[in-house]
Nanobody, 127 residues
């Protein structure tokens, strides 16, 4: 069992930055690929980014590529999402998720079939 707790959300003006953190419980954090997803009001949850278990492979949605960066610190059982040049359309609840896999292919890490999910943190970008 893995428990995930997100933090770092808040209100920011367009063009600003935020860094989200996701702290994971358990000793096997390094065995999990980690992902960030988001859900805006009235919309379906969508993929944002993912990072492989060792951190060597990352994927990003086209909408955030070049602005967002995912990273992980396995010693701290934490994954981060650095969000720069924020836009109003980035407003959403952001969720981190964990998938038990050593794979690094898009076919495995993409999509929303993750094993564990956090409760989410609200990010609001004002124009």
């Amino acid at each position: 069992q893995v428990q995930l707790v997100e933090s770092g959300g808040g209100l920011v003006q367009a063009g600003g930055s935020l860094r989200l953190s996701c702290a994971a419980s358990g000793r096997t954090f390094s065995s999990y690929a980690m992902g960030w997803f988001r859900q805006a009001p009235g919309k379906e949850r969508e993929f944002v980014t993912t990072i492989s278990w060792r951190g060597g492979t990352t994927y990003y949605a086209d909408s955030v590529k070049g602005r967002f960066t995912i990273s992980r610190d396995n010693a701290k059982n934490t994954v981060y999402l650095q969000m720069n040049s924020l836009k109003p359309e980035d407003t959403a609840v952001y969720y981190c998720a964990a998938k038990l896999t050593a794979a690094s292919s898009w076919s495995v890490l993409g999509g929303s079939t993750y094993d564990y999910w956090g409760q989410g943190t609200q990010v609001t970008v004002s124009s």
